[in-house]
């Protein structure tokens, strides 16, 4: 099953190779990653979507937890969270298509942020099936390039102080 | 005053309490060695070879459970202790390694000697830092001797560049260490304990299963004082020997893939498993899906990783075994039912063991030709009347030394276990004689692994340390001509050692004493005169270059699948001549 992985580090050099290099060192797979500081500036949150059985998953929180910089670790599918993705499509556009990838980018409120003659380039932002339901309509446009973000989630505010379905910190104290 | 990183280094081990350091000189750390070759409290010790640093360190650090300290330079230097941090990583030594680095401003040109050792080293350390400011050093080295040393102990490395080991800053050595994210659990889950505490008191067939993590926390009496009140016979694995006295009647000895018979087949029909500080290795194990088939597992270990990773805990417990055994040794003693009816309750189980005892113990036919290995160890093991700290390399002596010699004491059996590395042996016995000058400390090794690091030799000398070399010179890579044997039809590919040195002459040509023993009558001789002697003594024993390492479970086997002698096709293989041809038509095994 997929599981998405919050990993609160402190932003020191070589933690994300730490991190990277144990799910390669112990063949589990990493789906996605995507790093970035918080709002303290010395410590990062990464982000992981890997899929795993139970046991997989269950060893995965514990190796992160054993790196000394990992601060806390969460695994997002155990609550309820919200999760975004971001993605840069680079349509070609050829003279009879303009109006037709206007219009699918309007349905999914995605944006046309650049324009040229041949291409537009279409942001978009949201749940992976509506990043991949808007990649999927413009394939038959042609995709020149496309480059997406990765995932990021965070827990649902009322759910999680409210009830949530297991304890999902492994919390360093 | 401001200090140079140099001396900040020196003081900070000195605040540390390090006494010794095991190492090798290059161009980046020269500062630092010139500052520690002008001071008296930190002894330098010089290796011939990196790698044997390392080793020396582990030795020092089993032996005494303190941290071992090795420092070495950049580049090459570096990448030699990389075995040795791998095999501290395995077996849960705590090391601290220190490297050399090329200066700040040239990390990342590809200079002179320059390797990514943090990168290098990552998946082998239990943490490591590259130090960029001279003003962090101090608390670095700090943090890197609490890390080797708390939770579950592991080596750590601190890469030190040139120009930080030159600049200049206030020394002042913290005394506290705060690590936001690292917080060993130590006491455990009282609600766990006690529910282990029931499934003990219910068992009818208990056996408790100790490994390492039981001699780095110091639980040998906890262990004792756990299997006496509850009858329970004690395994140890590889890595836990000597947590437990190996002539307790309810020692069941090491189990596993050489483990005894009985042992073997009292894990098989366990109705639980009480794991303490060990880790279900595969060597121990044998097939998952058939290990311990009727147990239920109580698993208590300090690293959370461990649990679960390869054998379902039913009761999982995480904390330190020494404190968790207290509490349940505690929570035992106060529950109802007294010794004697413990006792009684154990009876059939313990009478059950002893019966697999006497069908299959170990045994070994010494005949008046040729030595067998399994008699050099028994002689050994009474002729240092127990006493001594036993460093092995790896192999087939090694397996025999753990069935043979029955360790009574933590930290007296050094052993590379889990990484398996041929050349630890003599470089951890060093470093143990290091460590206790006045002891007797003995490396049982043969010749294929004492090759891999025997420049030491030089080490030995110098230093006058009289660790006694016990060499099982069988003229093969003995375990992998073993399975050649019974699984590859007896084609000795590379396990035939051909030309071996003459191992007396070569310990002369180092200046300290060989001695060889031909013949089985021999053997007793040589080991008491080596005895005797004051200094470091290399004993070069001949023994039967066929003798196989038994029971042995095959790769994939269960418990109760084991083998028990060599089977019918390879004795008749032996008689035809077959399986033998490659060493006959050698020039000779062993020297005469
Ligand atoms: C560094 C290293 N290389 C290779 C091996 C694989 N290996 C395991 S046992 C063994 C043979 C050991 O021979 P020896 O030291 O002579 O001991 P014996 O088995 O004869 O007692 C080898 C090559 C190893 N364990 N370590």
Sequence with gaps: ?173 | MKKSGAEIFVESLRHEGVKTVFGLPGGVVLKIFDVLCQQKDIELVLTRHEQAAAHMAEGYAKATGKAGVVLVTSGPGMTNIVTGLADAYMDSVPLVAFTGQVSTNLIGNDAFQEADNVGISRPCTKHNVLVKNVADLAQTIKEAFYIATSGRPGPVLVDIPKDVSTDKAEFKYPDRVYLRGYNPTVTGNKHQIRQAAEAIMKAKKPVIYVGGGAIFANAADEVRELAEITQIPVTMTLMGLGSFPGTHPLSLGMLGMHGGYWTNMAMHHADLLIAVGARFDDRVTGKLSEFCPEARVVHIDIDPTSIKKTVHAHIPIVGDVKAVLHQLNVMLRSMDGNPAEVKSQRAAWLKQVEQWRNEHPLTYRQDDRVTKPQFVIEKLYQLTRHEAIVATDVGQHQMWAAQYFKGSKPRTWLTSGGLGTMGFGFPAAIGAQKAYPEKLVLCITSEGSFQMNLQELATVAEHKLPVKVALLNNGFHGMVRQWQDLFYEGRYSASYLGKIPDFVKLAEAYGILGLRAVKPDEVEPVIKEALKHKGPVLMDIHTDPYENCYPMIPAGGAHHEMMLEDPPELVNARKGGAHKRKVDEGEGVLPA
Aim: no cysteine.
């Design chain 1, 1 to 173: 099953m997929e599981h998405i992985i919050s990993v609160l580090v402190e932003n020191k050099f070589g933690v994300l190779a730490r991190v990277a290099g144990l799910f390669s060192a112990r063949g589990y797979n990493i789906e996605s990653l995507s790093v970035a500081p918080t709002l303290d500036p010395t410590t990062s949150m990464i982000t992981i979507v890997t899929v795993g059985d139970d046991r997989v998953i269950e060893q995965i929180m514990k190796q992160l937890n054993k790196v000394v910089e990992v601060l806390k670790v969460v695994d997002l599918t155990e609550t309820h969270y919200l999760d975004r993705e971001t993605a840069l499509i680079k349509v070609h556009t050829k003279p009879e298509h303009r109006d037709e990838a206007i219009r699918i980018a309007d349905i999914f409120r995605a944006k046309i942020v650049d324009s040229s003659p041949t291409t537009y380039t279409i942001e978009i932002t949201g749940d992976v099936d509506k990043v991949e339901a808007l990649i999927n309509l413009l394939k038959p446009l042609g995709i020149k390039e496309l480059i997406r973000t990765g995932r990021i989630a965070i827990a649902r505010e009322t759910t999680r102080t409210a009830s949530p379905r297991r304890e999902p910190a492994l919390l360093k104290t």
